[in-house]
């Protein structure tokens, strides 16, 4: 509930300003797609740089 609200009211104001609800629904889930690829990427950059830190010491 702490984001499905929050999401919903997004969602109501994109649709008030023009967009289509699909067009809505697509672009945030292209949005949130894009955050959890960063995340992953993020993540594996991370654990390479501990990796290489572990052997350069």
Known sequence: MAIEIP?????QA???AGWD???V??????V???L???????AELDA????LKRKLE
């Open 7 to 11: 999401l919903q009211d997004l969602i």
């Open 14 to 16: 994109a649709v008030k």
């Open 48 to 51: 390479l740089l501990k990796a």
């Open 21 to 23: 609800e699909p067009e």
């Open 32 to 34: 949130a797609d894009n």
């Open 25 to 30: 629904l697509t672009a945030t889930i292209e």
């Open 36 to 42: 959890m690829l960063a995340h992953g990427s993020n």
